[in-house]
Antibody, heavy 120, light 103 residues
Framework: EVQLVESGGGLVRPGGSLRLSCAASGFTFRNYWMSWVRQAPGKGLEWVANIKEDGSAKYYVDAVKGRFTISRDNARNSLHLQMNSLGADDTGLYFC?????????????WGQGTLVTVSS | DIQMTQSPSSLSASVGDRVTITCQASQDISNKLNWYQQKPGKVPKLLIYDASNLERGVPSRFSGRGSGTDFTFTISSLQPEDIATYYCQQYGTFGPGTKVAIK
């Protein structure tokens, strides 16, 4: 059974940093692109970043470029999101998602999410 | 950047009704369009990928079609368990969502 379990969320002050992690199991992690998607309270979905199977390619939404870094450890079946210079607009539930092979960023499995709250 | 518009933003229909949601891309995206369902308080679920392919395990009352810039998502016979918000997605861009309610 495919499982994605996020961790690392919490309350952080504006300008602060957090590192999110996603533990993957039940599939061959190194064979899949992985994504982070977020959802502000009461709002829609926003794709944040994704990373190629071997980590050689990474893409980000404009709103986080230069502040967030996606990475993965295929030996430990883990995905990470380093978030710096956090602002109130970064508040939300952050989901880790597996992308379906074939492109188009079709996320076929999702974790339950980890909540990030940016507030003073 | 490609923009995605979705309509309507919300709808109310009766059980058994045919429901259609449209999604429009600001430029040609071929068939690279996905549809998700998110029930209140739940994780999004992939329903349709590459515009018209039904994800495994998804009921056949859900369907999608389109290519280029114009896409449609249809629920052929609305069921009570279909109450949710539906999102289209093209690569790194989600549409704003359509909230579906029972009349």
């Amino acid at each position: 059974e495919v499982q994605l379990v996020e961790s690392g969320g919490g309350l952080v002050r504006p300008g602060g940093s957090l590192r999110l992690s996603c533990a993957a199991s039940g599939f061959t992690f190194r064979n899949y692109w992985m994504s982070w998607v977020r959802q502000a309270p009461g709002k829609g979905l926003e794709w944040v970043a994704n990373i190629k199977e071997d980590g050689s390619a990474k893409y980000y939404v404009d709103a986080v470029k230069g502040r967030f870094t996606i990475s993965r450890d295929n030996a430990r079946n883990s995905l990470h999101l380093q978030m710096n210079s956090l602002g109130a607009d970064d508040t939300g539930l952050y989901f880790c998602a597996r992308e379906r092979p074939g492109g188009a960023v079709a996320a076929d499995y999702w974790g339950q999410g980890t909540l990030v709250t940016v507030s003073s | 950047d490609i923009q995605m518009t979705q309509s309507p933003s919300s709808l109310s229909a009766s059980v058994g009704d045919r429901v259609t949601i449209t999604c429009q891309a600001s430029q040609d995206i071929s068939n690279k369009l996905n549809w998700y369902q998110q029930k209140p308080g739940k994780v999004p679920k992939l329903l349709i990928y590459d515009a018209s392919n039904l994800e495994r395990g998804v009921p056949s009352r859900f369907s999608g079609r389109g290519s280029g810039t114009d896409f449609t998502f249809t629920i052929s016979s609305l069921q009570p368990e279909d109450i949710a918000t539906y999102y289209c997605q093209q690569y790194g861009t989600f549409g704003p969502g359509t909230k579906v309610a029972i009349k």
